[in-house]
């Protein structure tokens, strides 16, 4: 790209205002991962409806699939289709999970409006560097930038860790004032993928470590905090994808009302994927093993974005916003 765009003329905003409002409102704004134009349409058309604002994300890997230029035309279109439903919402484009400066570099000069530079798989000193890199770049254009302490694990694209390492309080402190991050991931138990837990037969989904969150809160006061890996899993979908041909054994997720539980906190961000992919996937799976006749995509893919996109199926996952903002007073 000859020229960087820069977000405003895209329509989208940065973060901060969501958060300071988020965090003054006790909720969480909802980030929702997407891979294709459906999955887009249904979270703009739900949080439209629900009037709650929203974080639009990819991978490294999505973008490479959608293609930098067209997702960011994808991206200009939701706002403009939130428009055209009557809201004017406050909608950011941020990079999930950015793995090198020149990922975040190549993404804020395409128009994203938020970036993650997530080095926790690097020494503390190497992480503070390259944070702090990727910070002094996006602060140039007005671009919030996210970081990481703590690792999780499970699998999301090319982010694979095969166990969890908490986020230790006492770095904290050091960490964003060396890199002037604008918001924190942490790890207090969370995971990524559709298997969070390893339960055993008759155990319950331990709790998340709230102890850990407490002493963030406590040790930089009013600073964004951000939960990766919150999907709940809803376990109809995980039914279906296995009646019609699918294989997820053990997939278990976060209980929503633990993710209440953190939005009444310092987490003003809540990251949701898994539960997205597997509403798609259950609709597709069930739609063709019923029509085997069928071969238009729309018909199977419009399956999947009618399940996930009205507010008033209590069925639909976070992806769909059936609880908006994740609003302690909804």
């Known amino acids: 790209m000859a020229e960087p765009i820069h977000y405003s003329k895209l329509g989208l905003v940065n973060t901060k205002e969501m958060f300071a409002r988020a965090f003054d409102g006790g909720y969480a704004i909802p980030a929702y991962n997407f891979n294709n134009m459906e999955q887009l349409q249904a979270i703009v058309t739900a949080c439209a409806e629900g009037k709650s604002p929203v974080i639009i994300q990819v991978s490294k890997g999505a973008r490479q699939y959608a293609n930098a230029t067209m997702l960011r035309h994808m991206a200009m279109g939701a706002v403009e289709m939130t428009r055209e439903l009557g ?20 993404c804020i000069d395409s128009g994203f409006s ?11 000193a190497e992480n503070v560097a390259l944070t702090r890199q990727v910070v002094e770049y996006a602060h140039q254009f007005d671009v919030t930038v996210e970081g ?4 999780l694990a499970g699998i999301e694209d090319e982010v694979v860790a095969e166990q969890s390492t908490y986020t230790q309080p006492e770095e904290v402190e050091d960490f964003v004032a060396k890199t002037g991050v604008d918001s924190l991931a942490i790890s207090i138990g969370t995971s990524h993928g559709a298997c969070k837990f390893k339960l055993k037969e008759g155990e319950e989904v331990p709790p998340l470590r709230f102890d ?18 919150a999907s ?7 039914d279906l994808i296995n009646e019609y ?28 994927d898994s539960d997205g992919r597997l ?36 069925r639909v996952p976070w992806n769909g916003c059936h609880k908006p903002r994740l609003n302690r007073y909804a």
């Open 148 to 151: 990481e302490l703590g690792v």
């Open 87 to 106: 809201v004017d919402l406050p909608v950011s484009l941020h990079l999930d999970h950015g793995d090198s400066f020149e990922l975040c570099k190549s």
């Open 212 to 229: 850990i969150l407490a002493e963030v809160e406590k040790r930089i006061p009013g600073f964004p905090i951000v939960l990766h890996g």
């Open 114 to 124: 938020s970036v993650m530079i997530d080095g926790s798989h690097l020494s503390y």
């Open 279 to 314: 509403a798609v996937t259950a609709k597709v799976r069930e739609y063709l093993a019923n029509n085997p006749e069928e071969f238009d995509p729309r018909k199977y893919l419009g399956a999947a974005r009618a399940e996930t996109a009205p507010i008033s199926n209590s």
């Open 245 to 272: 041909g699918g294989s997820l054994d053990g997939a278990v997720g976060v209980p929503e009302e633990q993710l209440r539980k953190a939005a009444k906190s310092a987490v003003c961000k809540i990251n949701i």
């Open 232 to 238: 709940s899993v809803i376990q109809e979908y995980v």
